[in-house]
């Protein structure tokens, strides 16, 4: 616990439940007052017991700040001014190995105790927390663009939400091998988490799945029938089950729209046979999914690409490198990166110190080495453009957006060939 120079005390505790399963006190006044931030309906009983359970499960570490003076409030509840949660999990950058990192989200400062320090200070004490516990890698989820960067964070993901005409328009260039079978939804539930893994293992950008993602199963009242949520797995030709899709009809009849919670899939048929899947049910028009690849396989796979209509872009996770050499270690390189024995010398700023100084990535035939140097940096960028470099995003772009300064003729072009990502980055689990 500590009290920051603007008269407010962080309680820094794990989240916990009672006996009977309720949230505790300060856990139950830490949530009500994320819901509160983020203009969220006030959960039932059943629904604020569930959240916490899934806070407990991942270990989730809270943060709750108050005034020293009336921390009661106006209205006596004594609820948070403003929240944080952190979590651990892994990122995917294409190694061989998934890099551990800290999650943050559910940060919200009330609007009268903003513009007094509280976000810097919670950041700051969770980034300096981050660094202590030996994590190389930060990432996050916001719902406004223009507050972290300020903190090293970059842009590392961009999404997209899609429409999909699902009429007689869709037709697949290929036919997916495999076959995809309805399955009932409390069946699936269990079996999400192992599925999602084999996704995570392949796909550069995803991110450890929290407790609570597939809570449209049972949020609403613990009945998934009674949501109407429906469900499909992909079995490869061995019998395997390596994807599935969940999803709700809405509307009435033919005009019905399928609106697609969740579409994971392990292989690259699964991805195809779900699709092809969906656009098979009957009295349905379209289908729509909010977390679609910016740059994914599916209009490529189509025989006529205007079939999809993206609605929105939009961008999904935020990055902080907190290790730069413990990160390039830890990232993948194409294999004409690594026979030709490339290296490039980073100039990172990092306004915090975390990772500031110049950095030397030379992939090879055996491995990756990574190092701090003294100087001779051939580009020059900010930390947050670290970030959006690992998962993919181009130095082309980044430099004629006047992000990156390349010091050395030449170096935009090899980082483009060292940090490529083919097809894009692709992140699916929002926390």
Excluded: C
């Excluded at 969770?126 to 994590?135: R, T």
């Excluded at 949501?227 to 019998?239: F, I, P, Q, S, Y």
């Excluded at 490039?344 to 500031?356: I, K, N, Q, T």
Aim: net charge negative; glycine share 10%; charged share 25%.
């Amino acid at each position: 616990m500590s009290t920051t120079p603007a008269a407010y005390v962080h309680e820094v505790f794990p989240a916990a439940v009672l006996e009977d399963g309720a949230p505790e006190p300060r856990t139950e006044a830490w949530m009500q007052t994320v819901n509160q931030g983020f203009n969220s309906e006030a959960p039932t009983a059943e629904a604020a017991r569930r959240r916490a359970a899934w806070l407990v499960e991942e270990g989730a570490v809270l943060r709750a700040v108050h005034p020293v003076e009336g921390r009661e409030g106006v209205d006596g509840l004594g609820r948070p001014v403003a929240t944080f949660v952190r979590t651990e999990g892994t990122v995917n950058l294409g190694g061989a190995e998934l890099v551990p990192a800290r999650m943050y989200t559910s940060v919200t400062v009330r609007p009268a105790h903003r513009r007094r320090g509280i976000l810097r200070t919670m950041m700051e004490a969770e980034l300096q927390a981050a660094v202590d516990a030996g994590f190389p890698l930060a990432v996050l989820t916001v719902t406004e663009g223009s507050i972290y960067q300020r903190f090293g964070f970059g842009t590392a993901v961009r999404s997209r939400s899609v429409t999909v005409d699902t009429g007689p328009r869709f037709a697949l260039h290929r036919q997916p091998s495999g076959r995809v079978e309805s399955v009932d939804a409390a069946w699936l539930e269990p079996r999400v988490g192992e599925l999602f893994e084999r996704f995570h293992a392949r796909t550069v950008g995803s991110v450890t799945r929290r407790a609570g993602w597939s809570r449209y199963f049972t949020e609403a009242d613990g009945e998934t029938r009674a949501r109407g949520v429906r469900a499909a797995v992909h079995l490869d030709d061995d019998g395997t089950i390596d994807g599935f899709v969940a999803y709700t009809a809405k509307g009435e009849f033919e005009a019905r729209e399928l609106q697609v919670h969740e579409l994971v899939a392990g292989s690259d048929d699964a991805y195809r046979g779900l699709w092809q899947h969906l656009a098979a049910i009957d009295l349905a028009a379209t289908a729509t999914l909010e977390a679609a690849p910016l740059n994914g396989p599916l209009q490529y796979a189509l025989v006529d690409q205007r079939v999809v209509r993206t609605t929105e872009v939009y961008d999904d996770l935020w990055a902080r490198v907190l290790d730069p050499v413990a990160v390039l270690r830890s990232r993948g390189y194409g294999p004409l990166a690594r026979a030709a024995g490339l290296e490039l010398r980073l100039g990172v700023r990092d306004a915090l110190g975390h990772a500031a100084g110049v950095f030397a990535v030379r992939p090879h035939a055996d491995g990756v080495e990574a190092s701090r140097v003294d100087d001779g940096a051939q580009l020059e960028l900010d930390v947050s453009d670290l970030g959006a470099l690992l998962f993919g995003n181009a130095a082309t772009t980044l430099a004629a957006a006047g992000r990156i300064d390349e010091v050395e003729p030449g170096a935009i072009a090899l980082a483009d060939g060292l940090f490529a990502v083919p097809g894009g980055a692709y992140f699916q689990s929002h926390f």
